[in-house]
């Protein structure tokens, strides 16, 4: 058996061309979903994120401000900064980059954010709806996810679904997101006796841990689905997951790859949180 890819390219092609084809019906009212976008700091990768997501909402019909900050910017500053944000009419998502100088407490800063422009998701009232089931902005990661298994048709109804990793971005509100859906789930992490025992037991497996090969072939029930969500880079540099792709490939039923999984998903869903912001605004 050899697994089927789940292009994560391909898929968001899709989804941007329904946000781009919802843009212009906003546009048309007179309304352009705007996403600010601030960074601290000179963090390569992260700048390497930030550059892609505003690109993705001018190549969209989204309107993007980009606030770039050096490291020395104070706690008290940002908050300013973001309160500023919270009001104006003109942004409806606001989204800051992590990591922050270790100055910055970023739970503080996420908290400021007003939860109807959280288009990250991680303010507690989005972690709360998510939580109970009702509306909000689901983090972006996890609801990309979420779109990969729709694109392939698969029921997770019944179904035994492991997240492997608890992170508050990705872990803890993939697992509510499945449950949703009526699957049975399991959360492992650097703690699990056995993790082994666990995989071989799932019809999904969604790696998200941040460390390479932590899912392996003997691992996998044969015909599995296998979602990478893990961004790394090899001993030669190459960029891969956590999971060992060539040899998981091969007893897997579907897998997602590394680049061009989960990855643009990731940016997609934030490009339609951040036009719902708009359209739910607009609706008051």
């Known amino acids: 058996m050899t697994a089927q890819l789940i292009d994560g390219t391909t898929l968001s092609k899709q989804l941007r061309a329904e946000v781009a084809q919802r843009a212009s019906t906003l546009r048309a009212r007179g309304i352009t979903p705007g ?6 700091g000179e963090n390569p990768a992260s700048q390497v994120y930030v550059r892609s997501k505003v690109k993705a909402c001018e190549d969209n019909g989204l309107h993007s401000v980009l606030e770039h900050y050096p490291v020395t910017l104070s706690e008290a500053e940002l908050l ?4 500023a944000l919270n009001k104006d009419p003109a942004i409806h998502g606001i989204l800051v980059q992590l990591p922050l100088p270790p100055h910055i407490n970023a739970q503080e800063v996420i908290q400021a954010i007003s939860p109807a422009k959280d288009v990250d998701g991680f303010h507690v009232t989005n972690a709360g709806a998510l939580m109970v ?11 990309g996810c979420m779109k990969m298994l729709e694109s392939i048709g698969y029921n997770l109804r019944g179904k035994h679904a492991v997240v492997i990793g608890r992170s508050n971005i990705v872990g803890k509100p993939m697992a509510l997101m499945l449950l949703q859906k009526n699957a049975t789930v399991t959360i492992c992490h650097s703690a699990t006796q056995d993790l082994k025992a666990m995989t071989l037991q799932a019809d999904v497996i969604i790696a998200a841990v941040g460390k390479q090969k ?5 691992m996998v ?5 296998v979602i990478d969500v893990g961004m790394n880079r090899n001993d030669e540099g190459k960029l891969c997951g956590d999971v060992d792709f060539d040899g998981v490939r091969q007893v897997a039923g579907y897998i997602t790859p590394v680049p061009g999984g989960v990855g643009p998903m990731t940016i997609t869903m934030l ?14």
């Open 35 to 40: 996403l600010a976008v601030i960074q601290v």
């Open 80 to 83: 300013a900064r973001i309160d």
């Open 133 to 143: 089931g009702q509306p909000g902005f689901w983090p972006c990661t996890p609801y």
């Open 214 to 218: 932590v899912l392996t072939a003997d």
């Open 221 to 225: 029930k044969p015909g599995a689905v």
């Open 271 to 284: 490009l339609f949180n951040t036009l719902e912001a708009a359209e739910r605004s607009s609706a008051c």
